[in-house]
């Protein structure tokens, strides 16, 4: 399974550096906002990855329900987070990753299953 999760985790890691070399800088300016990953009660954060203006920066076994992070929104900023259920068998997981901007949810990405992977870029 940490195989599979592993092979999500670099799939995602090259789409978002390939769509944040394609995305255009409207989006990154203005204030700040923050990216926030929960998971359903059956499932855990286990990996994430955040790539911020070319500066990559991995987390690795967090084993935690929810995590967040602030940025200042001048930077290119790529996410990738994956999880998993705590039971393997179970198929019933959910991973959401959201970014926040003054309160309100301005984009989201959602993952389902018993492997989660979720990514969002700015």
């Known amino acids: 399974m940490m195989k599979k999760v592993k092979v999500a985790l670099v799939?995602?890691?090259?789409?978002?550096?390939?769509?944040s070399c394609n995305s255009d800088d409207s989006s990154s300016s203005?204030?700040?906002?923050e990216i926030v990953a929960k998971t359903s009660d059956n499932a855990l954060i286990n990996n994430i990855v955040v790539v911020e203006d070319g500066a990559t920066e991995t987390i690795?076994?967090?084993g935690?329900?929810?995590?967040?992070k602030s940025f200042s929104g001048k930077k290119v900023v790529a996410v990738s987070v994956t999880g998993g259920t705590v039971d393997a068998a179970d198929k019933a997981g959910?991973?959401?990753?959201e970014v926040v901007?003054?309160?309100?949810?301005v984009k989201t990405s959602k993952a389902d299953g018993s492997i989660l992977v979720a990514t969002i870029s700015m």
């Open 101 to 105: 901007k003054d309160g309100k949810v």
């Open 94 to 97: 959910v991973l959401t990753l």
């Open 11 to 19: 799939c995602a890691m090259v789409s978002m550096g390939l769509y």
């Open 30 to 33: 203005g204030d700040g906002y």
């Open 60 to 62: 690795t076994e967090l």
């Open 64 to 68: 935690k329900k929810e995590w967040s």
